[in-house]
């Protein structure tokens, strides 16, 4: 679905690209990134994690990540803001995803459109753990709890020009964990650019930009904050369309362990650093009504790596149908050596239903 087409005062002049409006997008989201990123960029590890998990079918059948993709999809939206628009009016998306065994994620998000340029949306992220027992140091059954975390969206988005898109969200997060529980802000900030003609677009986001408010006890932990950008290219004469993006950009290297080497910290070359840092997907778009994508995420693919093989580690499946008034949507991913992660998603127009 094409985004929203304005006429431009001084159309085809590169002023008509970079708008004062964008320049202030760009000027603010500048601010914010250097507000926030002291607070984040300290040592420790990382809180709200469940933050990188895909909450979009499609995204996680193109390999986990995708913020460049335009498509009347609102589950999208939770990966770049500015994916949403005044084409997505009314809508409301399902996501749910059997992650590993009995843990399970969610999501759910409505947007609606605002006067000629602007859309907003709210929305909601879960990350259920499943059931676990409670038991002491001396392996005494104490009972059960359910870890699980929770992001509260709220997102708006504004077409700067014809091709240009920027879009905000605020998430307030919550993790608890038995009688311990942790409260944050985040934000992201983002830019999306559609060229009909050439079925190009690109994206870029700031994502998860904030602070944890209250700890666990009295250490705290970062944010997995992040740089994202991508494009995505449909064939002139042929119904495919690829997608590049870049993730992990706000840091190059990353450190591991390899027990087979009795080595604890190790760091990969220049290809396999660059490697990690991108997601390729491939999808077959026939009509409006239809999908299929296959992906790969070479980050997954090497973390998960065994000794024994897991070659399909990394890559992910999935296709989407039109039904009746209801986009259906389905992708299988491997995040785990033991386990496949199925995601399902259903997105339908309120307005199909007015009586």
């Given at each position: 679905?094409?985004?929203?087409?304005?006429?431009?005062?001084?159309?085809?002049?590169?002023?008509?690209?970079?708008?004062?409006?964008?320049?202030?997008?760009?000027?603010?989201?500048?601010?914010?990134?250097?507000?926030?990123?002291?607070?984040?960029?300290?040592?420790?590890?990382?809180?709200?994690?469940?933050?990188?998990?895909?909450?979009?079918?499609?995204?996680n059948?193109?390999?986990g990540?995708?913020?460049?993709?335009?498509?009347?999809?609102?589950?999208?939206?939770?990966?770049?803001?500015?994916?949403?628009g005044?084409?997505?009016?009314g809508?409301?998306n399902?996501?749910?995803?059997?992650?590993?065994?009995?843990?399970?994620?969610g999501?759910v998000?409505?947007?609606?459109?605002?006067?000629?340029?602007g859309a907003?949306?709210?929305?909601?992220?879960y990350?259920?753990?499943?059931?676990?027992k409670?038991?002491?140091?001396?392996?005494i059954?104490?009972?059960?709890?359910?870890?699980?975390?929770v992001?509260?969206?709220?997102?708006?988005?504004?077409?700067l020009?014809?091709?240009w898109?920027?879009?905000?969200?605020?998430?307030?997060?919550?993790?608890?964990?038995m009688?311990?529980?942790?409260?944050?802000?985040?934000?992201?900030?983002?830019?999306?650019?559609?060229?009909?003609?050439?079925?190009?677009?690109?994206?870029?986001v700031?994502?998860?930009?904030?602070?944890?408010?209250?700890?666990y006890?009295?250490r705290?932990e970062?944010?997995?904050?992040?740089?994202q950008?991508?494009f995505t290219?449909?064939?002139?004469?042929?119904?495919?369309?690829?997608?590049?993006?870049?993730?992990?950009?706000?840091?190059?290297?990353?450190?591991?362990?390899?027990?087979?080497?009795?080595?604890?910290s190790?760091?990969?070359?220049?290809?396999?650093s660059?490697?990690k840092?991108?997601?390729?997907?491939?999808?077959?778009?026939?009509?409006?009504?239809?999908?299929?994508?296959?992906?790969?995420n070479?980050?997954?693919?090497?973390?998960?790596?065994?000794?024994s093989?897991?070659?399909?580690?990394?890559?992910?499946?999935?296709g989407?149908?039109?039904?009746?008034?209801?986009?259906?949507?389905?992708?299988?991913?491997?995040?785990?050596?033991?386990?496949?992660?199925?995601?399902?998603?259903?997105?339908?127009?309120?307005?199909?239903?007015?009586?």
């Amino acid at each position: 679905m094409q985004q929203q087409s304005f006429d431009c005062v001084c159309a085809g002049c590169f002023c008509c690209l970079i708008s004062i409006e964008m320049k202030k997008f760009l000027i603010v989201t500048g601010f914010a990134l250097l507000l926030f990123v002291p607070l984040t960029a300290q040592e420790g590890g990382h809180v709200f994690s469940f933050l990188r998990l895909p909450t979009s079918s499609h995204a996680n059948t193109l390999g986990g990540n995708n913020v460049s993709l335009i498509e009347r999809d609102p589950s999208l939206v939770f990966h770049n803001p500015a994916l949403l628009g005044g084409e997505m009016d009314g809508m409301v998306n399902l996501n749910y995803m059997n992650y590993i065994a009995d843990i399970h994620a969610g999501s759910v998000i409505y947007t609606k459109n605002v006067g000629e340029r602007g859309a907003w949306g709210i929305g909601a992220v879960y990350f259920n753990y499943g059931t676990m027992k409670e038991v002491t140091a001396e392996n005494i059954i104490l009972g059960n709890f359910a870890p699980q975390n929770v992001s509260i969206n709220a997102f708006y988005s504004h077409d700067l020009s014809e091709k240009w898109r920027g879009g905000f969200a605020f998430k307030m997060l919550y993790s608890g964990f038995m009688e311990y529980s942790s409260y944050g802000i985040a934000a992201d900030a983002g830019l999306s650019y559609f060229d009909a003609e050439n079925d190009l677009s690109f994206g870029m986001v700031l994502k998860n930009i904030g602070a944890q408010l209250k700890t666990y006890d009295s250490r705290s932990e970062n944010l997995p904050w992040d740089i994202q950008i991508g494009f995505t290219k449909k064939w002139a004469h042929a119904p495919f369309r690829v997608s590049v993006t870049g993730m992990y950009l706000n840091q190059w290297k990353f450190s591991y362990t390899d027990e087979s080497l009795n080595q604890t910290s190790l760091e990969d070359s220049f290809s396999r650093s660059l490697a990690k840092h991108l997601v390729f997907g491939v999808d077959f778009v026939p009509s409006q009504n239809f999908w299929l994508g296959i992906g790969y995420n070479p980050k997954v693919n090497m973390d998960m790596k065994l000794q024994s093989g897991n070659g399909l580690g990394g890559f992910s499946f999935g296709g989407g149908i039109k039904v009746s008034k209801f986009d259906v949507s389905a992708s299988v991913a491997r995040f785990h050596p033991s386990a496949l992660s199925l995601m399902l998603s259903i997105s339908t127009s309120l307005s199909d239903f007015a009586m």
